[in-house]
C-alpha cells in the first residue's frame, strides 16, 4: 500500500494475501472482520483520526509491527489471534490492544524499545506466550491488565513514568516453563496489582532496582530466584555452558558416524579445557545468585514497608536473614542467624519456640539436672510411679523455665544460668512471634 494524503482505508471481510506497508498521511484506518496472510507494518505514518482492527486475525507466521508514526487518534487493536505485536516505536495518543469476544491469542508481544515511545499504551484481556519490554521510558504510560502468559521479561527496562501490571498469571503452555523475570532494570514507583507470581515456575528478578516498587495483593509465597530468564542475554556462565555443549553434541554425532575421527580427541580435549573454566564461573555464578537473591528480599522488605505491609515486610526480613545465613562465613555471626532461624525463624513462627526451646533445650538440660542433682530422689519406673510424684516432677519442669525464680540450683551455676538465659530467649523469641501482625 503506498503513500496517498489524507486517505481512508476502511475493509471488511477481506482475506489480504500480500505484505503490507503503510506509510505517509491517512484521515483513518479501518480493517473489520479481516485476515492478514502477511506482514502488516506502519511505518513513519501519521493518521488524522483512529486506527482500528476489529475481530481481525493474522494467519500462519503473520506479524503487526509499528515501527514509527504519529497517532492523533486511537490505535484500537482488537485481534482473535495474532503471531507477534511488535512495537519499535510512535506517538500515541492512546493504544489500546483487547478483544471483548473473548481472549486475544498471541504468540508474542514485545515492546523492544519503549523509548521510541510516547503517550499512552494500554494492553489487556489476552493470552500471550512471551511478552518483552525494554529500553529507557520517559515518555509512556504503560498499563498492562488481565493478561495470561508464559514468559513476561522485563529486561534493562529504566522507568521515570510508573508502569502498572494489573492481574497477570502464568499461561500453561507444553513443555515449557513459565517465567516471570526482571533483569537490569529500574522500575521506579511502578505498580504490580493483583499480580501471581507463585503461577509461574520461575520469578527472577537479578540486578534490578524494585525499592520504590509498590507490590499490591500479590501471590509471593514461593520465593523470588536470581537466574538468568529464558529468553534474555546470557551471561559469561550461560555462554560457556552453552559451548560446551554444542560441542559435546558434536563430538557425539562425530563418533557415532567416524569412531575413529581424530578430530573427536581434540573436541574432548577443548570440553576439559572449558569445564575447568566452567566450574570457577559456576561457583561465582552460584555466589552471585545468593548475593541477587538476599538484595531482591531487601528490596521487597523495603517495599512492603513503604506501603505499611508489616506482615509482608516482616515476611521478607526473614527470607532475607535466611539468605544471609546462607553466605556467613564469620563462625559468631553464623551461629547467631542459626539460632534465630531454627529457633523462631527469625520471628514468623509461634511453634517454634515451644518446640525449640522447651522440648528440646529445656529438656535437654532438664535431663541432665536430673541425672546429676536429684535432690528429692525421682527415678523413672514404669511400674513404681504415682501421679503424685509425676506431677511434682512435672511443676519442678515447668518450674525452672521461670527467667526470675527465687530458687538457684546448688552447685550447678553453669546449669542455673543456662536455664535462665534459655527460657528469656524463650519469652522474647514468643512475645516476637506474637507481634508479628503489629508494628
Same mark, same amino acid.
Given at each position: 500500500?503506498?503513500?496517498?494524503?489524507?486517505?481512508?482505508?476502511?475493509?471488511?471481510?477481506?482475506?489480504?494475501?500480500?505484505?503490507?506497508?503503510?506509510?505517509?498521511?491517512?484521515?483513518?484506518?479501518?480493517?473489520?472482520?479481516?485476515?492478514?496472510?502477511?506482514?502488516?507494518?506502519? =511505518?513513519?505514518?501519521?493518521?488524522?483520526?483512529?486506527?482500528?482492527?476489529?475481530?481481525?486475525?493474522?494467519?500462519?507466521?503473520?506479524? !503487526?509491527?509499528?515501527?514509527?508514526?504519529?497517532?492523533?487518534?486511537?490505535?484500537?487493536?482488537g485481534?482473535r489471534?495474532?503471531?507477534? @505485536?511488535?512495537?519499535?516505536?510512535?506517538?500515541?495518543?492512546?493504544?489500546?490492544?483487547?478483544?471483548?469476544?473473548?481472549?486475544?491469542?498471541?504468540?508474542?508481544?514485545?515492546?523492544?524499545?519503549?523509548?521510541?515511545?510516547?503517550?499512552?499504551?494500554? @494492553?489487556?484481556?489476552?493470552?500471550?506466550?512471551?511478552?518483552?519490554?525494554?529500553?529507557?521510558?520517559?515518555?509512556?504510560?504503560?498499563?498492562?491488565?488481565d493478561?495470561?502468559?508464559?514468559?513476561?521479561?522485563?529486561?534493562?527496562?529504566?522507568?521515570?513514568?510508573?508502569?502498572?501490571?494489573?492481574?497477570? /498469571?502464568?499461561?500453561?503452555?507444553?513443555?515449557?516453563?513459565?517465567?516471570?523475570?526482571?533483569?537490569h532494570?529500574?522500575?521506579?514507583?511502578?505498580?504490580?496489582?493483583?499480580?501471581?507470581?507463585?503461577?509461574?515456575?520461575?520469578?527472577?528478578?537479578?540486578?534490578?532496582?524494585?525499592?520504590?516498587?509498590?507490590?499490591?495483593?500479590?501471590?509471593?509465597?514461593?520465593?523470588?530466584g536470581a537466574?538468568?530468564?529464558?529468553?534474555?542475554?546470557?551471561? %559469561? =556462565?550461560?555462554?560457556?555452558?552453552?559451548?560446551?555443549?554444542?560441542?559435546?553434541?558434536?563430538?557425539?554425532?562425530?563418533?557415532?558416524?567416524?569412531?575413529?575421527?581424530?578430530?573427536?580427541?581434540?573436541?574432548? %580435549?577443548?570440553?576439559?579445557?572449558?569445564?575447568?573454566?566452567?566450574?570457577? @564461573?559456576?561457583?561465582?555464578?552460584?555466589?552471585?545468585?545468593?548475593?541477587?537473591?538476599?538484595?531482591?528480599?531487601?528490596?521487597?522488605?523495603?517495599? %512492603?514497608?513503604?506501603?505499611?505491609?508489616?506482615?509482608?515486610?516482616?515476611r521478607?526480613?526473614?527470607?532475607?536473614?535466611?539468605?544471609?545465613?546462607?553466605?556467613e562465613? /564469620?563462625?559468631?555471626?553464623?551461629?547467631?542467624?542459626? !539460632?534465630? #532461624?531454627?529457633?523462631?525463624?527469625?520471628?514468623?513462627?509461634?511453634f517454634?519456640p515451644?518446640?525449640f526451646?522447651?522440648?528440646?533445650?529445656?529438656?535437654?538440660?532438664?535431663?541432665?539436672?536430673?541425672?546429676?542433682?536429684?535432690?528429692?530422689?525421682? =527415678?523413672l519406673?514404669?511400674?513404681?510411679?504415682?501421679?503424685?510424684?509425676?506431677?511434682?516432677?512435672?511443676?519442678?519442669?515447668?518450674?525452672?523455665? !521461670?527467667?526470675?525464680?527465687? !530458687?538457684?540450683?546448688?552447685?550447678?551455676?553453669?546449669?542455673?544460668?543456662?536455664?535462665?538465659?534459655?527460657?528469656?530467649?524463650?519469652?522474647?523469641? @514468643?512475645?516476637?512471634?506474637?507481634? #508479628?501482625?503489629?508494628?
Amino acid at each position: 500500500m503506498t503513500e496517498q494524503k489524507n486517505r481512508v482505508i476502511d475493509l471488511e471481510d477481506l482475506l489480504i494475501e500480500s505484505p503490507s506497508l503503510l506509510f505517509g498521511h491517512f484521515h483513518s484506518i479501518k480493517f473489520t472482520r479481516c485476515k492478514f496472510k502477511y506482514d502488516v507494518t506502519l =511505518y513513519n505514518i501519521e493518521v488524522i483520526e483512529n486506527v482500528e482492527f476489529i475481530d481481525c486475525s493474522f494467519l500462519t507466521k503473520a506479524k !503487526l509491527i509499528f515501527e514509527s508514526g504519529i497517532f492523533h487518534g486511537d490505535v484500537t487493536l482488537g485481534i482473535r489471534e495474532l503471531q507477534r @505485536l511488535q512495537i519499535q516505536g510512535g506517538n500515541f495518543k492512546r493504544f489500546i490492544l483487547g478483544y471483548w469476544g473473548n481472549f486475544s491469542s498471541i504468540k508474542e508481544v514485545n515492546i523492544a524499545n519503549i523509548s521510541e515511545c510516547s503517550g499512552t499504551i494500554h @494492553l489487556s484481556r489476552a493470552m500471550i506466550e512471551s511478552v518483552y519490554i525494554c529500553g529507557e521510558n520517559q515518555n509512556t504510560f504503560l498499563t498492562i491488565q488481565d493478561i495470561t502468559a508464559n514468559l513476561f521479561n522485563i529486561s534493562h527496562l529504566h522507568t521515570n513514568i510508573p508502569i502498572r501490571l494489573f492481574n497477570i /498469571k502464568s499461561l500453561k503452555v507444553p513443555e515449557k516453563n513459565s517465567e516471570f523475570n526482571v533483569q537490569h532494570s529500574t522500575l521506579g514507583e511502578s505498580v504490580f496489582f493483583g499480580v501471581d507470581f507463585d503461577s509461574f515456575t520461575q520469578f527472577n528478578i537479578r540486578q534490578s532496582f524494585i525499592g520504590q516498587t509498590k507490590f499490591i495483593t500479590c501471590h509471593l509465597k514461593k520465593g523470588i530466584g536470581a537466574q538468568v530468564g529464558r529468553g534474555l542475554s546470557r551471561n %559469561a =556462565y550461560e555462554q560457556l555452558k552453552s559451548e560446551i555443549e554444542v560441542i559435546k553434541n558434536h563430538a557425539d554425532a562425530l563418533r557415532e558416524k567416524i569412531p575413529d575421527d581424530p578430530s573427536i580427541s581434540n573436541m574432548e %580435549a577443548r570440553i576439559l579445557e572449558l569445564s575447568i573454566g566452567l566450574k570457577d @564461573l559456576e561457583n561465582k555464578e552460584i555466589r552471585d545468585i545468593k548475593m541477587f537473591r538476599r538484595e531482591n528480599y531487601k528490596q521487597m522488605k523495603i517495599s %512492603a514497608q513503604n506501603i505499611g505491609d508489616t506482615v509482608n515486610e516482616k515476611r521478607f526480613h526473614a527470607m532475607e536473614m535466611c539468605e544471609y545465613l546462607e553466605m556467613e562465613t /564469620k563462625c559468631s555471626d553464623w551461629l547467631i542467624l542459626w !539460632l534465630s #532461624k531454627w529457633s523462631s525463624n527469625f520471628g514468623q513462627s509461634l511453634f517454634r519456640p515451644i518446640v525449640f526451646h522447651v522440648i528440646i533445650i529445656h529438656l535437654l538440660l532438664f535431663s541432665i539436672y536430673f541425672c546429676f542433682s536429684n535432690p528429692k530422689g525421682y =527415678y523413672l519406673s514404669c511400674t513404681d510411679g504415682s501421679w503424685k510424684v509425676f506431677w511434682e516432677g512435672f511443676s519442678v519442669f515447668w518450674f525452672l523455665i !521461670l527467667p526470675f525464680r527465687d !530458687l538457684s540450683l546448688d552447685n550447678h551455676g553453669l546449669l542455673d544460668l543456662a536455664f535462665r538465659v534459655n527460657s528469656g530467649f524463650f519469652i522474647y523469641n @514468643l512475645l516476637r512471634a506474637t507481634r #508479628k501482625f503489629y508494628q
